[in-house]
């Protein structure tokens, strides 16, 4: 039995997508995976009749969206209804789960929550045919137009059962200049996630745990916690021997690979002991550099160091916002400015390059400004990631914002934008987008530090009607250094 799944979402590196199709494979489905990737924002008429083309033989079809995806889910599914209205369209992932109401309108089912076990058993009725009505974790309509939300179904506790992610690339399509273009080994590479820093280059992206111990308004947790609200522990942990395993795998299948990024919400949610046993096996059975994402209130030396000697050279470190009030009182992370500083403090003693993750295009004052001034308290070795404050249906971020008189900001808020690509029209911003193009070296930063944040400097920045164009000779220099360092890792 075939079944074929869709996603519209960023990347052909997504773990919970490939996750998923390890999943079926494993139960005896065959799948085609198609990434219909950010590359393409309108999908052209060959994309949808090739997508079609490939969905033609399945008894379900899958679309995974966020949702800045929600168009193209959209015109995907329309046509989909249109031409295979017999083949039943699920749709699942963190938008469908937030909004199910809105997604309905537009696929026969929508998933709430995780996927597994719904998919599956939504498959397994569809070829005995037997009715759908009373899947778990299923959100329909019935025949008389009325809304159906059955049980959810309990979370997935034994994380070592799942498959690794399906790198098979048996049926695996992308989009590359406006093609579907089946995927290969070759072209993989040329489309995978590379890092220009941190000496990471190629990268495999893999998670060893699933949910977050915190709960951030404005996160998907948010909603998946929301979802799951008495349903048990929502933090779930992969054994060491289980990562280490994953690792090797695709070490092997991937021979390109040069690092591995562990993309939990919170890697250091882990003992000292477990830290110190998953370095001292991953340095003897793997030896790549790794990164890591983590919360800076988790910041320890001793777990830092034992990561450190294991390969450790990036951290993605979740700040969020420069403002206490917006980041206790409306982001509900309580990281006092104190612990931001003393992660910093670490991470740069260990010479471990951390891209600081801001929220800097909100409707909220001085929040920007605010940001920059932390950062300048900052020890150089860090850049940043700078973000649009993506406002995810199902949300308590939402009913925040509405509380806080931010409904029109909502109202008008583009739901296609999920990453700040140039710069707002604030002057602060601009410079925290800097942090991000420059390297972390002591040089550029105090460069940085005592002449373009400097008051004056900001001031003529905010007023000059072509403040845009200040930063395209520091983009033109980064596309040349990324492009070089590119080259230099294919040479060797």
Not at 202 to 215: D, H, I, K
Not at 245 to 258: G, H, M, Q, T
Request: aromatic share 12%; hydrophobic share 40%.
């Amino acid at each position: 039995m075939e079944i074929t799944l869709i996603s519209v979402n960023d990347v052909v590196y997504d773990y919970g997508f490939r996750s998923l199709s390890a999943f079926m494979k494993k139960n005896n489905y065959q799948t085609n995976l198609v990434f219909l990737n950010i590359e393409n924002k309108e999908l052209s008429g060959d994309i949808i009749w090739e997508t079609l083309e490939i969905c033609s033989n399945s008894i379900l079809i899958g679309v995974s969206l966020l949702t800045h995806g929600f168009p193209k889910a959209v015109t995907i599914t329309r046509f989909l209804k249109k031409f295979y209205p017999n083949i039943p369209v699920i749709w699942g992932g963190i938008h469908p789960s937030g909004a199910p109401y809105e997604c309905i309108e537009f696929a026969d089912m929508v998933c709430l929550g995780e996927g597994e076990g719904t998919l599956l058993e939504v498959a397994n009725k569809m070829s005995q045919g037997e009715p759908l009505d009373h899947v778990n974790n299923i959100f329909y309509k019935n025949k008389d137009g009325n809304y159906i939300k059955n049980t959810v179904r309990p979370l997935i506790y034994d994380m070592d059962s799942l498959p690794f992610q399906d790198y098979s690339l048996d049926s695996d399509y992308v989009t590359i200049n406006n093609k579907l273009v089946k995927l290969d080994d070759a072209l993989l590479k040329s489309v995978n996630l590379y890092y220009p820093f941190g000496g990471m280059g190629y990268v495999y992206v893999t998670m060893t745990s699933r949910g977050c111990p915190f709960n951030c308004t404005f996160c998907c947790n948010n909603v998946f916690r929301n979802i799951y609200a008495g349903k048990g522990k929502f933090v779930r942990k992969r054994s060491i021997e289980n990562i280490i395993n994953e690792v090797k795998s695709a070490k092997k299948r991937l021979p390109f690979i040069s690092s591995i990024l562990f993309d939990d919400s919170s890697f250091l949610h882990r003992s000292v002991e477990e830290i110190r046993d998953f370095s001292d096996i991953y340095k003897k059975e793997v030896d790549l550099p790794f990164g890591i994402e983590m919360n800076p209130v988790e910041a320890s030396n001793e777990k830092i160091r034992l990561l450190k000697g294991a390969g450790l050279t990036l951290v993605h470190l979740g700040i969020q916002s420069g403002n206490e009030y917006i980041r206790k009182t409306i982001y509900k992370r309580n990281t006092p400015e104190e612990a931001i500083l003393k992660a910093n403090k670490i991470l740069t003693d260990h010479k471990i390059l951390h891209k600081c993750d801001l929220i800097i295009d909100t409707p909220f004052d001085n929040d920007s400004e605010a940001s920059l001034r932390l950062i300048k308290k900052f020890k150089p070795y860090f850049s940043t990631n700078v973000y649009s404050l993506m406002v995810y249906p199902g949300a308590e971020i939402k009913s925040i914002i509405e509380e806080l008189g931010y409904k029109e900001w909502i109202s008008k808020i583009d739901r296609d934008r999920s990453y700040l690509e140039i710069v707002t029209d604030d002057a602060y911003a601009l410079v925290l987008k800097l942090y991000q193009i420059f390297p972390p070296n002591k040089i550029l930063f105090k460069i940085i530090h005592h002449v373009i944040n400097t008051k004056p400097c900001l001031m003529v920045l905010k007023i000059a009607m072509v403040r845009k164009l200040l930063i395209f000779p520091f983009i033109v220099f980064n596309h040349i250094r990324f492009l070089l360092k590119r080259a230099q890792k294919k040479q060797l």
